[in-house]
């Protein structure tokens, strides 16, 4: 267990040093394209002329499609080059003949994304906070319900779609068009629904639970498919 537990940290360490390295100026500038596109449903939202009481709770609960935008194209953009990629340049193959098992990969690649997406998504919305308080002198408020949808259900449910990309990517040979749609449309889908504004009332208990377990079970599922892929079909050519 604690051999397990190592063989992970590092490759999680190893990965987030090798991403920032990457693309530390490609988030720099998605944060700032997020932030627009969030901008534009925010200047929506002040046209309504809400009370200056709803206002601040309404541009806070906003925040789940900045929060679902960042994860789901960082999520699957790093899915892609943290798995297909190095199935490609047969960096995975290196790992799995060491003897770590494909469910260990796995995981590392998983966490690796998590913390990273976490880290990302959390820093574009406390930098969209600020921006509007600059912006409109408004500075958003949270309830409970608004933070568990934008903090805790927004990102669950989002890795476990990650999750499950990620087991499409490593199981498929070809993935080249799959990917590049798997990538823009939850980005563009989430954008679209953005402009649709979502009236602040109080969501039912049960559908936050049930969001959640959603996302938790989309994460199981995808570990017991790992499991059950063979490794020759994991380190089958990729074109």
Sequence with gaps: MKNTLYIIKVIVQKEIIDTIHTFGFFLI???????????????????????????????????????????????????????????????MHMLLSMGITKEVVWMAKMCAIIVMC????????????????????????????????VFIMVPIIGYGFIAITSVAYMYFSKMNFVGMFIQIVPYLAIWEVSSKLIAYTNVPLYILILSVLIGIMLFALSFMLVRGISKERIVSRVD
């Excluded at 601040?56 to 798995?83: C, D, E, H, N």
């Excluded at 600020?130 to 608004?146: D, G, T």
């Design 118 to 149: 976490t880290l990302f998504s959390i820093t574009t919305v406390l930098s969209h906070i600020a921006f509007v308080f600059v912006k409109f002198s408004i500075l958003m408020k949270f309830n409970w319900m608004s933070f568990v949808i």
């Design 29 to 91: 500038a998605i944060a700032l394209g997020f932030n627009l596109c969030i901008y534009i449903t925010d200047t929506k939202i002040i046209a309504l002329k809400l009370s200056p009481e709803q206002l601040p709770y309404q541009l806070g609960l906003s925040m789940m499609y900045l929060m679902a935008m960042a994860i789901l194209f960082l999520g699957t953009t790093l899915t892609s080059k943290l798995i297909y990629e190095e199935k490609r340049n047969k960096t």
